[in-house]
T-cell receptor
Framework: LAKTTQPISMDSYEGQEVNITCSHN???????ITWYQQFPSQGPRFIIQ???TKVTNEVASLFIPADRKSSTLSLPRVSLSDTAVYYC??????????FGQGTTLQVKP | DAGVTQSPTHLIKTRGQQVTLRCSPI?????VSWYQQVLGQGPQFIFQ???????GRGNFPDRFSARQFPNYSSELNVNALLLGDSALYLC???????????FGPGTRLLVL
């Protein structure tokens, strides 16, 4: 069973900021939060990983509150090419990634 | 730097046959993991190898096996193919056992 809960789908428009929230109530002390993006018939692409507070890279930001029971992936100014499935995972870097169904983001013109 | 590569990209087999899928990790990565992704679902963990040894196994039947070679490349073998084995097979590599995994493009297997 996946350790995370995230919305099945979301819609947005080009140029908007998109925030996808993930719940992980049973996150363990050693767990990190990792997000992957996947396009149809391609392998998942690593987006960002964090442990607490805020992490930012050239693609996205990850916000993690103090209790770490949830996290929010923020995609600034999305484009049509950001239409994809986004997976939130919690993992203690054991090597066995457990994927849920992910969030299908549809970006409209 | 080249990413994770997998071959073949597509494969069609019939029930009962055997298949071998191949994966080359990112240069410098010592760990390789295999995942199965059926349509509409997230990837499911099959195996993890590190330094040629199996370090983790998912809930898959014994028809599934794998190995890792001295150059850290890996093969996934599936025997006695079933229709339900039709899926995208993904390989991921990481520098070490406990580091971020990076995925290849996958091999699309269709069993008829």
């Amino acid at each position: 069973l996946a350790k995370t809960t995230q919305p099945i789908s979301m819609d947005s428009y080009e140029g908007q900021e998109v925030n996808i929230t993930c719940s992980h109530n049973n996150i363990a002390t050693n767990d990190y939060i990792t997000w992957y993006q996947q396009f149809p018939s391609q392998g998942p692409r690593f987006i960002i990983q964090g442990y607490k507070t805020k992490v930012t890279n050239e693609v996205a930001s990850l916000f993690i509150p103090a209790d770490r029971k949830s996290s929010t992936l923020s995609l600034p100014r999305v484009s049509l090419s950001d239409t994809a499935v986004y997976y939130c995972l919690v993992d203690s870097n054991t090597g066995k990634l457990i994927f849920g169904q992910g969030t299908t983001l549809q970006v409209k013109p | 730097d080249a990413g994770v590569t997998q071959s073949p990209t597509h494969l069609i087999k019939t029930r009962g046959q055997q298949v071998t899928l191949r994966c080359s990790p990112i240069s410098g990565h010592k760990s390789v993991s295999w995942y199965q992704q059926v349509l509409g679902q997230g990837p499911q963990f099959i195996f993890q190898y590190y330094e040629k040894e199996e370090r983790g196994r998912g809930n898959f039947p014994d028809r599934f096996s794998a190995r890792q070679f001295p150059n850290y490349s890996s093969e996934l073998n599936v025997n006695a193919l079933l229709l339900g084995d039709s899926a995208l097979y993904l390989c991921a590599s990481s520098r070490d056992l406990e580091e971020t995994q990076y995925f290849g493009p996958g091999t699309r297997l269709l069993v008829l």
